[in-house]
């Protein structure tokens, strides 16, 4: 600049050295010309001088520059001046540096600017006019700053922008008019700031505006229509807000979503009447809520929804016809909540539900979750099949003398995680409860304590949760002889139950499951499979008929069992009870 001054006055002394300067610039090492310390990208038209400890904008950035990015620096403000000349410019990035200062008029000169992002730097406030004449910028981050408050006017003139981002500011208060001529907004996101609420009127200029993210704010309500005149508004989320405990029912009034998502708040039922006006919807989050109840009809105006996201909200209760009214449901995400059960009477008139999650509840095994498996061919678990899968089948034999401690593993992966238990071979059930020498360990292995001769025999492993069960056998052979004898024992061990060099698991599956009869009469399993209660009821019919010649139509059966109905946790406390069983 300084040269340009003096050029004027005496031309003829300068000429040489102005030729010197064109050579330079014509010269091919330097053909655009590239600021010291900087990067360039001649044929891209891109100055990068990122992290370079720049306090002010460096000389020589070829003025046809078209993306500049100076982040990183310890730049401290923007005059009007700086950028004058770049006026081809169409991507800046100041974010990361320390500026406190923007001038009126700072950016007015870059008319093809598109994108600005002064992310990350030290703003307290933008001045009226700061972006002034920025009709063409599409996207302005302003965040991570300190801007405390948002002024009327403040983006008046960037009528083109589409995406705005404010969050991560100390942001107290959004003035009315702020938002006012942001005519093309599309995406609006306000995070992480102190507002204590988020006024209609101010969001009611964003007549365009397609998703809005208000995410980690102390709001703790939402009234009556504070999102009235968003008409386009496809997606709302919100997130984050700890406070937040009551939803009006008019305040989702007007809008006419695609996805909601109300998550990390502290609602504590389905905003049901807030809902009614969302026809269109066809998704919902309101995970991380602590619902713990799904009420009957909760969502019924939502007959458009196709997804429903409840994870980890503590969901202890589906009521009867939860879903009713839910005519397009096909997925449902439930995982990691309290449920004990779930009954298909929830799912009352809906056919449609393809995918349905239920990891990480503590269901129990009963017959109220028979209909899963019904179903479970038109159901999909999302890779998370419940079914258990015992890990490493291989074939377990051990031979031991008497007294030593003798394990077996049994590895089991499902969801939800399958319980464990063993069925000795004289078919007592052995669990995790077990007390006494044998046990199992909570990972399933079981554990032989002080091994005897009559320890000896074939011990079957049962992984079984909601989706069923899966089975894998290991032998034991103890003997009180010396260790040879043992050896010896080892080998004939089979001789007259199966031959050990013929075995496979079919052939042991089917001898397994004509002893169930013998497993479900004799040892009081608490909550064995539920598919083994049914089993055990065919048998019932089938004795009771087989039986009815000589006993007429009177049947009783002295059944033993622990807990029926109850948890998971098939309590081993209580001992087992007598039950007797009428049929007439
Ligand atoms: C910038 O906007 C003006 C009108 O405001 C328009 O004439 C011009 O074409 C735009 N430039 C670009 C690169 O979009
Ligand atoms: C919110 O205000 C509290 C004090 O009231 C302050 O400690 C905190 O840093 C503020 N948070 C933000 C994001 O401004
Ligand atoms: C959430 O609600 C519970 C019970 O209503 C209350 O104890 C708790 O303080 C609330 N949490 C916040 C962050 O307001
Ligand atoms: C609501 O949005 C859907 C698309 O999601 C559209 O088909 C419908 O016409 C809209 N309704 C109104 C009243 O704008
Ligand atoms: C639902 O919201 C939670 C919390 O914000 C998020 O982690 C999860 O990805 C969301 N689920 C879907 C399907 O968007
Ligand atoms: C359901 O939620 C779990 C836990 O957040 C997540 O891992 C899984 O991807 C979700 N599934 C679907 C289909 O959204
Ligand atoms: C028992 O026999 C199996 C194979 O038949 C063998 O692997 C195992 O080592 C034997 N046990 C002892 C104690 O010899
Ligand atoms: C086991 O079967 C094999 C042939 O499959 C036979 O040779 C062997 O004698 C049988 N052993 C016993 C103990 O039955
Ligand atoms: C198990 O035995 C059955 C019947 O003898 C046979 O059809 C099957 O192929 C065998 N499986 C294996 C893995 O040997
Ligand atoms: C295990 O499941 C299978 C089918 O999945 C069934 O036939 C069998 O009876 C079940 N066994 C028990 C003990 O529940």
């Known amino acids: ?27 091919p090492a330097q053909s655009q010309g590239c600021p ?118 403040t983006f008046q003139d960037l009528r083109s922008l589409k995406n705005l981002e404010v969050g991560d500011n100390d942001l107290v208060y959004i003035s009315n008019k702020a938002f006012l001529g942001l005519v093309g907004l599309k995406e609006l996101t306000i995070e992480r700031c102190n507002l204590t609420s988020v006024s209609s009127q101010s969001l009611s200029y964003l007549h365009n505006l397609v998703t809005l993210r208000l995410r980690y704010l102390s709001i703790s309500a939402l009234e009556d229509q504070n999102f009235r005149k968003l008409g386009n508004l496809r997606g709302l989320e919100i997130d984050h807000w700890p406070f ?15 996805w909601l998502s109300i998550t990390h708040t502290n609602i504590t039922s389905v905003p049901t009447s807030a809902l009614r006006s969302l026809a269109h919807l066809t998704s919902l989050n309101l995970s991380y809520n602590p619902i713990t109840v799904l009420e009957s009809w909760a969502l019924r105006d939502l007959v458009r929804l196709k997804e429903l996201h ?14 009713g009214g839910l005519r397009q449901i096909r997925l449902l995400n439930l995982s990691s909540n309290s449920l004990v059960t779930l009954e298909e009477g929830a799912f009352q008139s809906v056919n449609t539900l393809e995918t349905l999650r239920l990891d990480g509840n ?61 069925i000795s071979p004289q078919r007592r059930r052995i669990t995790t409860k077990s007390s006494g020498r044998l046990t199992v360990l909570p990972e399933g292995t079981l ?15 049962i992984a079984s949760n909601a989706g069923g069960n899966d089975t894998y056998f290991a032998t034991l052979t103890v003997s009180g002889l010396p260790l040879d004898a043992a050896l010896m024992a080892n080998r004939t061990y089979y001789a007259g139950d199966l031959n050990d060099t013929n075995l496979n698991d079919t052939r042991v599956f089917l001898k397994f499951t004509l002893d169930l009869k013998t497993i479900l009469i004799s040892t009081a399993m608490g909550c064995i499979m539920f598919l083994g209660v049914v089993l055990f009821c065919f048998i019932l019919l089938f004795v009771w008929s ?35 069983m009428k049929m007439i």
């Open 1 to 27: 600049m300084a040269t340009r001054a003096s050029l004027g006055q005496d031309v003829g002394w300068l000429l040489p050295f102005l030729f010197f300067l064109l050579m330079i610039t014509v010269s």
């Open 36 to 153: 010291q310390r900087c990067e360039c990208i001649a044929k891209l038209k891109t100055v990068s001088c990122y992290g370079k400890r720049l306090s002010a904008l460096p000389d020589g950035i070829p003025l046809d520059t078209k993306i500049l990015d100076l982040s990183g620096n310890k730049l401290r403000w923007v005059e009007h001046g700086d950028l004058l000349p770049y006026s081809r410019l169409e991507k800046l990035d100041l974010s990361e540096n320390m500026i406190s200062v923007l001038e009126p008029n700072a950016f007015s000169s870059l008319q093809n600017l598109k994108s600005l992002s002064l992310r990350g730097n030290q703003l307290k406030l933008v001045p009226m006019g700061a972006f002034s004449r920025l009709s063409n910028l599409t996207s302005l981050d302003l965040s991570g700053n300190k801007i405390v408050i948002l002024l009327d006017f």
């Open 244 to 258: 937040l405990e009551y939803i009006s029912p008019h305040s989702l009034q007007g809008l006419n979503l695609s």
């Open 310 to 323: 409840l994870v980890k909200t503590n969901l202890a209760v589906v009521q009867p016809y939860a879903l």
């Open 362 to 422: 503590p269901l129990a095994c009963d017959c109220r979750l028979l209909w899963i498996l019904q179903r479970r061919k038109t159901l999909n678990f999302d890779g998370a099949s419940p079914k258990p899968k015992i890990r490493n089948r291989k074939l377990q034999q051990i031979s031991a003398r008497e007294g030593q401690v003798v394990s077996f593993i049994c590895r089991a992966e499902g969801e939800p995680t399958p319980v464990i238990f063993w």
């Open 447 to 461: 554990e032989i304590r002080y091994a005897q001769v009559t320890d000896s025999g074939t011990y079957i492993c």
């Open 546 to 580: 087989r039986g009815r010649g000589q006993h007429k139509n009177n049947f009783s059966v002295e059944y033993s069992f622990r807990k029926v109905d109850g948890p998971a946790a098939s309590g081993g406390q209580g001992g087992a009870r007598k039950f007797n």
